[in-house]
């Protein structure tokens, strides 16, 4: 493990265009919109979801992250809060590499591993055991290490004869277990994560919890997105509040959670 791992945006900005459709109803809504005036605070507690826009192409696009400029170093757990849409997910996609940023630098050092989609780096008509062995290639692994790789990931996993089938027959239960299974089975610096990666059924929240565990208090890096508190107070040493895709708020666990649950409290639906 490298001793230095951190992470450093530097005013990183992302847009999703959107392609599909013309979108009239849209663009007549966002039309009527322009030009009206509301504080930017009452329009950020207000809100769920970024900003969507109409680009002077006339391309409708959405403004997932704006301006995030953010230095994460060793030894820190960070989780990311915010309202649904808020850019939490979008942001740790981008420090992984799955999306591009449109403006702005993504500086990072040690090696990172992400549970934020089964999928990520799977190939569906492979088996279970053939993309065990293709990750372990990927690691650049031998053979000996690849076997104990397989074992680990069989044993945890507990997918019996689905394990040899193509993981495009998989449930969405299964896919987890394999993917989760590979992903803590190797400790990174860098850990990027979706809270949904913490739920499942009992038995198998057990044994992951444990694996999580291990590769949590190793790993010199952990970003964690989450609308839970109770992970945020049990996991975490600092917390970023994203409001439609800018930080609101940076700062200690018990601060930044006591402001977000007042904020929540006053602008329930
Ligand atoms: N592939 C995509 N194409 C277009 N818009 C997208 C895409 N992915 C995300 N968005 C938009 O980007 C914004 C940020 O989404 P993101 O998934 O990062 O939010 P989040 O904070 O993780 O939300 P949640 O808590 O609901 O999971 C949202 O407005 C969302 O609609």
Redesign the pocket.
């Given at each position: 493990m490298t001793q230095s791992s951190f992470i450093k945006l530097e005013e990183l900005s992302l847009q999703?265009p959107?392609y599909h459709s013309n979108h009239r109803s849209l663009k007549k809504t966002l039309f009527a919109k322009a030009g009206k005036f509301i504080s930017k605070q009452q329009s950020l507690n207000q809100k769920t979801?970024?900003d969507?826009l109409v680009d002077n192409t006339n391309r409708i696009t959405?403004q997932?992250?704006r301006n995030i400029n953010l230095s994460i170093k060793a030894g820190e757990r960070v989780g990311?809060i915010?309202?649904?849409?808020?850019?939490?997910?979008?942001?740790l996609?981008a420090i992984t590499g799955i999306y591009e940023p449109n403006s702005g630098k993504i500086i990072t050092n040690g090696i990172i591993e992400s549970l934020l989609d089964t999928n990520a780096g799977m190939n569906r008509i492979l088996s279970g055991r053939e993309n065990i062995y293709l990750r372990g290639k990927r690691l650049k692994y031998n053979n000996e290490q690849i076997k104990a790789l397989e074992k680990d990931v069989e044993e945890f996993a507990q997918l019996h004869e689905f394990l040899d089938l193509p993981i495009k027959t998989y449930s969405a239960g299964m896919m987890m277990r394999l993917s989760f299974g590979l992903a803590t089975s190797v400790t990174p610096d860098i850990l990027l994560m979706?809270e949904w990666f913490m739920a499942g059924d009992n038995n198998f929240q057990g044994k992951a919890r444990q694996r999580l565990e291990n590769i949590i208090n190793k790993a010199e890096i952990v970003v964690l997105?989450t609308?839970s508190m109770p992970i945020i107070r049990q996991w975490c040493t600092r917390v970023i509040w994203?409001k439609a895709?800018e930080i609101y708020a940076d700062g200690s666990v018990e601060e930044t959670v006591s402001h977000y649950e007042q904020n929540m409290r006053e602008n329930s639906f």
């Open positions: 999703f959107l979801g970024a969507i959405v997932a992250l990311l915010g309202h649904n849409g808020a850019g939490k997910s979008t942001l996609r979706d997105t609308h994203l895709g």
